[in-house]
Nanobody, 122 residues
């Protein structure tokens, strides 16, 4: 089970952190990916972190977003800096089996959270 939190409204150029709380089993054995979906657009991957800690980011967020995991709290964080209006979306975390490499394909993820809204005003 995955539960996101921390979304909200922020001005362009600001920062926001969204978090994904996982059950202990999910956190230790699965990779966690972050996805977002804006109205009228397809769901897209922003990045992921393997259970080993290896991270991957898509080019549009590289240098602005950072994914980290707190294994003691079974939580993964998506730290977002220098936010832009085009970052506005519903943000989801999802889990894929730890045996896989970092994936940007939503079909590789088997457990999904309910999503948290991030809105960036211009």
């Amino acid at each position: 089970q995955l539960v996101e939190s921390g979304g909200g409204l922020v001005q362009a150029g600001g920062s926001l952190t969204v978090s994904c709380a996982a059950s202990e089993r999910t956190s230790s054995n699965y990779n966690i990916g972050w996805f977002r979906q804006a109205p009228g657009k397809e769901r897209e991957c922003v990045g992921s972190i393997r259970w080993t800690g290896y991270v991957d980011y898509v080019d549009s967020v590289k240098g602005r977003f950072t994914i980290s995991r707190d294994n003691a709290k079974n939580t993964v964080h998506l730290h977002m800096n220098n936010l832009k209006p085009e970052d506005t979306a519903l943000y989801y975390c999802a889990a894929s089996p730890g045996s896989r490499s970092n994936s940007r394909d939503a079909r590789d993820y088997v457990i999904w959270g309910q999503g948290t809204q991030v809105t960036v005003s211009s």
